[in-house]
C-alpha cells in the first residue's frame, strides 16, 4: 500500500504543477517541463498560504491538486520528432539511470539533510497544519519553495513522495536541456549536455533526495529558457512564468538571488518596457516577499538566518553568522586549488559531480556561438555565489548551463563529444564511483528496488544508510510526545515529533550547551573578576564600554555595584540595555553565577552595558564576574551625572580570580529545564558531555535509555536512580 | 588568599593581612564556606610548611574538623608545598548554608608573639 502510496503523492504533486503551468502558460509555451516548473512556483505559493492559514490537511491538498489538474486541460503531449539512432543509445543511458535514481528516491528518505530539516520542517507543518514559528532552528528561516511541494507529497506519501517530486526536477531539467539544443539547432550536443548532468553522481543522490539543489538547477534552466523564448516570441504571457521562475529560485534557495536581477535585467535590456518589468518584477515577488515576510515576523530578520548585522535579533548572532559563513567558504580545505579536483572527482566536500567536468574550462569555447555567450551568461548569474559555499551541490545550478557549453564547444567533434560522454555514463555508475573517489563522499551505492517497492522493510534500511537512526529512534521511544531534546549533533528530526535542539542551530541553544560546559569546565568558568574603582557619587546610570577589537566575545555572569562594601540591591526601576545583543543582558543581573550575558559579536569598540537607575544612585565601585577567556576586553566606565553628562568615572580595574563556584552541574540542569529542555543527547566521545556521561547523578539528570553511540539523559533533579534500558 | 574578598571567607586563627597571595595559618585556624546543593564534595587545600618552622616543629599533624566534626587527619614529614584534597562525608554538611572548616595543627611554631601553623595560598571546595 505504501509504495502505492508514495507513487500517487509524487505524481498527484507533478501532475498538479502541470495543471497550473499549463494553465498559466497556455499557447505561449507547450513544453511540459517549463510548464511543470511554471506551475510548480504557484502551487508552492499556494501551499504557503494553505500553511499561512493553519489549514493543512490532506483533503484541502486532493482538493487543490484535483483542481489544478483540471485546470491543466486538455491533456494531451504534442507530438515529438522519432529520434535518431544515436538519440536513442542516449535515451537508453538516461532510462538506466532513472531507474537507479527512481529506486533510491522511492526508497526510504536517507539523506543527511533531507531527514534532517528538509522533511523534519515538512513533516512539523503537516503534523501542525502549518506554520508555526520556528525559533530555534536556523534552517527554519531558509526559504522553502521547494519544501512547500514536499509538503503537499508528503500529505500521501510521506518522505519517498518528497524525494521522488525533487528527481521530476532533474527529468524536467534534462529534457529542457535537450529541447533547448534542439530548438537551438544542436540536438546531439544538447542531448550529450542533459546526459552530462543527468549521470552527474552528485545530481543523482541529491535529485533522489528529499534536497533542493537539482529543483534549483531546473529553476535557473527554466528562468533561462523562458527568456529565451520570450525573447523570439515576445510574448506578454511568458512574462509572468518568467518572475515566477526567478521568485521560485531565490525561494529554493537564498543564493539564487542574481537570477531576479537576470530577469528583470534581461527583460529591460531587450525590451526597454517598464511594463514588462513591473509583470516580471511583481510576479517574483508575489512568490518572494512572503518568506521575507515570514521570517521577518518570527525571526525579526526577513534574511534570516543571514544579515544579522543589518537586523539584529535574539536567534543567530553576527558572531555565529561569520563564523559559519567563513566555515562554508574553506570547510576543511587548506587552499581553493584543491577545489576542482574535490568537486569533480574526490567529493570530499560533499559530492562530486564526476571527472569529465575538470574539462569545464573548454566551456569557453562556446563563446563563439550565441547560444555559447547565453549559457555562459546564465553561468556566470547561477555560479556567481558559488564562493559562499564551496559544497558542489552550490554548483549544480550553474552546471547545466556549464555542461550545455561544453557540449556546444565540442560539437565541431561529435565522436568526441559523444565518447566523453559515454565515459562519464560509465564513470559515474554509482559502483565505480568509489574506485576514484573519498571514502566519505555522497553518492548512490546501489539500486535498492526491493526497499523501495518495501519488499525488504524500511528500519533495516535507514538503520544502515541514515546517520543515527537508532538514536532517533530512542528519542522516539523514551520521550514524550512534544519534549524537547538538547543534542551537538543534529539526527533524523524528520523521523520524530520531538522537539530537536541542536547546539549550534540558534543562540539559545548555543546558550543552552554553553551552560553545559560552564557546569563542568574550569576553563570556561566565572571566575574572572575585574573590579573598577572611582570616588563614590550620585549617578543616574553607569555604561560599561568595551573599547578593543578582538576575536572573542564579551561575556558578564554576573555584574554588580557598590556604595562601599554594600552591595546594591537590584531594583525594578533599573533599566538594563546592552548593545549589540540586548536579549539576554537580564542574565547578568540574575544572581546566577551560572547565567550569563554575551555580547553577540565579536569584540569592537562601542560595545556597551548600561544601567540607568531611574533617580541617582550613591556608587563608588562595579563588579564584572566573568569567564576568564577573553584576554582582549577592554573596558571603560562611564557615569551619567545629575547634570545628564556622561563622564568617565573609573581608573583602570583590578583584576583576580576568585574560586570555582560550586553546584553549578545541578544549576545547569534546573536552569536547562526551565529553559524548556527535558532531555539531553549525549554522544560517546564528546566532550562537552564527558562530565554528564560520567557523573549524571551530580547532574541531577537520570539516563532513560542508551545505544552504542549515545546516551539519553533526562533532566529532573531528585529523581531516584533505575536501570537503564539498552536500545 | 590571593582574592580581595578573602577576608569574608575567614572566621578565625588567621593573620590579619599578608603582603601576598598567602597568609600565615596560627594555632586554630577556621574557614567558612556557603555550600549549595551538592551531592558529592572534596575539600581542597594548597599551604606551605616554611623551613624555618618546621625545623622547630618537626613532623606535624593535621585534622580537618567540618562543622566541628572530625573528617580526616593526615601527618606532613617533610616541610614545603603540600596540596591536600579529600572528599567530605555530604552528612557533615549543612547544604544551602555558611559551614566551617577547622585545621587544627598538632604543633605550632612560635616567633615571640604568635604560634605559627602554616601558610595558606588558597583553600576551597570542589565537586
Known amino acids: 500500500m505504501l509504495p502505492l502510496r508514495i507513487l500517487f503523492g509524487a505524481v498527484f504533486t507533478s501532475a498538479a504543477c502541470l495543471g497550473l503551468g499549463t494553465r498559466a502558460l497556455g499557447a505561449a509555451n507547450k513544453d511540459w517541463a517549463v510548464r511543470f516548473v511554471t506551475g510548480a512556483a504557484i502551487l508552492s505559493l499556494a501551499v504557503f498560504a494553505i500553511c499561512a492559514l493553519d489549514v493543512a490537511y490532506w483533503p484541502l491538498f486532493l482538493a487543490v491538486g484535483m483542481v489544478a489538474i483540471w485546470l491543466g486541460r486538455p491533456w494531451h503531449m504534442p507530438a515529438r520528432p522519432k529520434p535518431t539512432g544515436i538519440e536513442l543509445l542516449l535515451l537508453l543511458i538516461f532510462a538506466i539511470y532513472f531507474m537507479v535514481y527512481w529506486s533510491n528516491a522511492m526508497a526510504p528518505e536517507a539523506s543527511p539533510d533531507g531527514a534532517t530539516y528538509h522533511l523534519a520542517f515538512v513533516a512539523r507543518y503537516f503534523r501542525e497544519h502549518g506554520f508555526h514559528p520556528i525559533t530555534w532552528n536556523m534552517y527554519a528561516s531558509l526559504p522553502e519553495g521547494l519544501e512547500m511541494l514536499f509538503l503537499f507529497a508528503f500529505a500521501f506519501g510521506r518522505h519517498s513522495a518528497a524525494a521522488m517530486v525533487h528527481l521530476a526536477f532533474l527529468v524536467a531539467l534534462a529534457w529542457q536541456m535537450f529541447d533547448y539544443g534542439r530548438r537551438s539547432g544542436f540536438p546531439i550536443p544538447a542531448a550529450c549536455g542533459a546526459l552530462l548532468v543527468f549521470a552527474s553522481p552528485l545530481a543523482g543522490i541529491d535529485a533522489a533526495s528529499a534536497y533542493n539543489d537539482v529543483a534549483l538547477a531546473a529553476v535557473a534552466f527554466t528562468l533561462f529558457n523562458l527568456l529565451q523564448s520570450w525573447d523570439l516570441q515576445r510574448s506578454t504571457r511568458l512574462l509572468p512564468a518568467i518572475g515566477l521562475a526567478a521568485g521560485l529560485a531565490f525561494a529554493i534557495k537564498y543564493t539564487a538571488w542574481p537570477g531576479l536581477l537576470y530577469a528583470t535585467g534581461y527583460v529591460f535590456y531587450k525590451s526597454r518596457s517598464f511594463k514588462s518589468i513591473a509583470i516580471v518584477s511583481s510576479c517574483s515577488a508575489c512568490v518572494v516577499l512572503p518568506w521575507l515576510f515570514k521570517n521577518w515576523l518570527w525571526v525579526e530578520n526577513p534574511l534570516a538566518p543571514f544579515f544579522n548585522n543589518l537586523f539584529p535579533n535574539p536567534y543567530i548572532t553576527a558572531a555565529f553568522e561569520a563564523s559559519y559563513r567563513h566555515d562554508m567558504t574553506l570547510y576543511d580545505l587548506a587552499t581553493r586549488w584543491q577545489i576542482p579536483m574535490q568537486v569533480t572527482v574526490r567529493g570530499g566536500l560533499g559530492g562530486l559531480l564526476g571527472p569529465v567536468f575538470l574539462l569545464a574550462p573548454i566551456a569557453l569555447l562556446a563563446l563563439r556561438h550565441r547560444a555559447g555567450r547565453q549559457l555562459l551568461l546564465a553561468a556566470l548569474v547561477f555560479g556567481a555565489n558559488y564562493f559562499s559555499n564551496i559544497s558542489p551541490r552550490f554548483l549544480l545550478p550553474m552546471l547545466p548551463f556549464v555542461a550545455l557549453a561544453m557540449a556546444l564547444a565540442l560539437s565541431a567533434v561529435p565522436a568526441l563529444l559523444l565518447a566523453i560522454t559515454l565515459l562519464h555514463a560509465v564513470i559515474s555508475w554509482p559502483t565505480l564511483v568509489p574506485k576514484y573517489a573519498a571514502p566519505n563522499a555522497w553518492h548512490l551505492s546501489k539500486v535498492p528496488w526491493r526497499e523501495a517497492l518495501r519488499i525488504k522493510p524500511a528500519a533495516h534500511y535507514l538503520e544502515t544508510h541514515l546517520f543515527y537512526w537508532n538514536e532517533m529512534r530512542m528519542v522516539e521511544a523514551y520521550t514524550e510526545p512534544g519534549a524537547s531534546v538538547f543534542t551537538y549533533k543534529p539526527i533524523p528530526e524528520s523521523y520524530t515529533s520531538r522537539r530537536i535542539l541542536v547546539q549550534y542551530e540558534s543562540e539559545p541553544n548555543q546558550i543552552a550547551g554553553r551552560l553545559i560546559q560552564i557546569a563542568y569546565d574550569p576553563q570556561v568558568q566565572p571566575i574572572w573578576r575585574l573590579r573598577l574603582h572611582f570616588p563614590r557619587q550620585p549617578l543616574e546610570a553607569i555604561r560599561l564600554v568595551q573599547t578593543a577589537s578582538g576575536d572573542e566575545q564579551w561575556n558578564i555572569h554576573e555584574l554588580r555595584l557598590f556604595d562601599g562594601a554594600a552591595e546594591l540591591p537590584r531594583q525594578p526601576s533599573w533599566r538594563i540595555t546592552a548593545q549589540p545583543y540586548p536579549w539576554t543582558i537580564q542574565q547578568a543581573f540574575d544572581n546566577s553565577l551560572l547565567t550569563f550575558w554575551r555580547c553577540g559579536d565579536t569584540l569592537h569598540p562601542g560595545e556597551y552595558v548600561e544601567v540607568d537607575f531611574s533617580g541617582t544612585e550613591p556608587i563608588d565601585s562595579v563588579l564584572m564576574e566573568a569567564e576568564p577567556n577573553q584576554p582582549d576586553l577592554r573596558l571603560n566606565l562611564m557615569g551619567r551625572l545629575q547634570s545628564g553628562e556622561w563622564l568617565k568615572i573609573a581608573s583602570p580595574p583590578e583584576i583576580f580570580e576568585a574560586a570555582p563556584p560550586l553546584g553549578l552541574r545541578r544549576a545547569a540542569a534546573s536552569e536547562l529545564k526551565l529553559r524548556g529542555i527535558d532531555y539531553i543527547l549525549a554522544w560517546e566521545g564528546e566532550r562537552e558531555t564527558a562530565d554528564l556521561r560520567r557523573h549524571p547523578e551530580l547532574w541531577g539528570t537520570r539516563q532513560v535509555a542508551q545505544t552504542k553511540d549515545a546516551k539519553l539523559f533526562k533532566l529532573e533533579v531528585g529523581q531516584a536512580s533505575r536501570p537503564v534500558p539498552r536500545f | ?127
Not at chain 2, 574578598?5 to 596560627?26: H, M, N, T
Not at chain 2, 566534626?69 to 549543612?94: I, S, W
Open chain 2, 1 to 127: 588568599m590571593a582574592d580581595p574578598d578573602a577576608d569574608s571567607y575567614i572566621v578565625q586563627g588567621f593573620r590579619d593581612k599578608s603582603e601576598g597571595p598567602w597568609r600565615w595559618a596560627l594555632d586554630h585556624p577556621i574557614l567558612r564556606f556557603y555550600l549549595p546543593q551538592v551531592t558529592s564534595i572534596n575539600f581542597n587545600m594548597q599551604f606551605t610548611f616554611p623551613e624555618q618552622t618546621f625545623r622547630q616543629t618537626g613532623p606535624v599533624t593535621l585534622t580537618f574538623l567540618m562543622n566541628g566534626h572530625p573528617f580526616d587527619q593526615v601527618r606532613y614529614t617533610t616541610p614545603g608545598e603540600q596540596h591536600y584534597a579529600h572528599p567530605v562525608p555530604v552528612n557533615l554538611l549543612h547544604l544551602d548554608a555558611l559551614n566551617t572548616v577547622a585545621i587544627e595543627p598538632d604543633r605550632t611554631a612560635s616567633n615571640g608573639s604568635e604560634k605559627l601553623g602554616f601558610v595558606l595560598t588558597r583553600a576551597g571546595f570542589s565537586e
